[in-house]
């Protein structure tokens, strides 16, 4: 089934001058390898090409379900460039949870 | 039986209370009160320094010697000074900013109006490193050299790391003030000054690294940044529990919060603010270690305690980084909003002609925002703007450019505000402002160059 990772998943997003670290904290290990599989870190420059303008690279924390995006040139410019309203960009969590996904049928969410 | 939420003690079987008073520069006072009040602490830091801040307090500075320190300094220690000396905890805060000596005399002064005679003041200098600012400096992320850069420089300073602060205590400081240091280094001093750390002990020192970076933001790891209102509950949430960490020798640790106070610390929070602002969780680099996080554990012990382990480390990396700030101009903002039948044709009709105002009679050459507050501002650029997703009830528009020039600056807000008469029908709300900017680049340089100082002041 096609879910939106808010469903699935929570982010936290930081910033350090203009590179954004969007954390995805996935609600289980099947959602966890889906979402490795299916947001790889190309992913976010192909879904937001005029925002996120560098290159893009994913860690991974896979007993915690953790992946960890981090893009260069995601900011604008950063906090002391940026003429976006949310300069340190700490809604692009929610951003990367409007991405869609597929979950195996069995794994629907309650 | 062992109390559940301890963690397990060391060789020396003591565990060691730190807590955080604070997250950033205007972060509440109240919950720091509670925590030095009630938190029976050993320790209690306040991180109250972003790059831009301190980029700001060396403005302050040049034009008045005695300022340029943290403006909340004086009522955060006048909150806690006081049961702070009562319950033998000793406070560790970056909030000397640009100016770490006035402030020390500053946290003297507010001891003695409270009648805290003999208080001994740590002042931590030594990160600024101005004078090692050349024109070849190769500066960070491809920037080029720092000849480069077209703009005034007002200051630079290096993180120093937990070594002065460890020092400061050991000399029987009370209060440690400093300026940049690393913030998770507020921390980690204290905790390798009360179980004898080595300072190249990388396993402990990445360890409590770990505990620095998840109490450094406060409320960020007891529930704030974290609510979604139908997935992710937060209890009292107006009320949040500063956090506090139950140490152990070998820098394992119990997060927690004071009974009684809103929030809640769970695996999620901790998590969460684990990764928060780190890239590579095997690599995080301070001026201490190259702490590694890829393994941690957490467990649930009890409630809103959360035990974690598995904080190890490397060695340090052999430079410090260094924040150089400069005159950044002004940024310039206005914002006026339509609302019912046709709101966002009018709003873009404004947008369309404030702009070729700022471009035709006031000579505006570089970028325009226009944002739909609503609509399309936070995620704006991420989005079509060409294709609103909906019609919206009203919408705000919101304009912003950056420039060097005053007058230039002031114009926008002043054409924001005059589509109220002369804009499309309907206009209301508007408001604008021009707020000084700074602008920074990092830069790396040799550990040797930046030389801390510790000395001690009696209140």
Sequence with gaps: ?110 | MADPIQPPAGPGGRRVRIGCGAGFSNDRIDPARDLAERGALDFLFFECLAERTLANAHALRAADPRAGYDPWLKKRMEAVLRPCREAGTRVISNMGSANPAAAGEAVAEVARSLGLQGLKVAVVEGDDVAAHMTPDLELMDGEGRLGEVPLRMTGANAYLGHEPIREALEAGAEVVITGRCADPSLAVGPLAHAFGWAADDWARLGAGTLVGHLLECSTQVTGGYYADPGRKEVPGLAFLGFPFAEVAEDGSAVIGKLDGTGGLVSRGTVLEQMLYEVHDPAAYLTPDVTADFSRVRLAEPARDRVAVSGGVGRARPETLKVTIGFDGGFLSEGEISYAGPNALARARLAGEVIETRMREVHGHQGPIRQDFIGLSSLHGTAHDLDAPPYEPAEVRLRMALRTHDRDLAEALPREVEGAWLSGPAGGGGARGRVTPAVTTRSALLPRGLARPTVRMITA
């Design chain 1, 1 to 110: 089934m096609r879910v939106r990772l808010h469903e699935v998943a929570s982010a936290r997003a930081g910033d350090k001058g203009d590179v954004s670290s969007i954390a995805v904290f996935c609600d289980g290990p099947e959602v966890f390898e889906a979402v490795r599989a299916q947001v790889p870190p190309e992913r976010l420059s192909e879904e937001f090409p005029r925002l996120f303008r560098g290159p893009v690279r994913r860690y991974e924390i896979p007993h915690l379900h953790v992946l960890n995006y981090v893009i260069e040139r995601g900011l604008e410019g950063g906090v002391n460039a940026s003429l976006n309203l949310d300069a340190h960009g700490k809604s692009f969590s929610f951003l990367l949870l409007e991405l869609e996904i597929d979950l195996p049928r069995d794994q629907e969410t309650n």
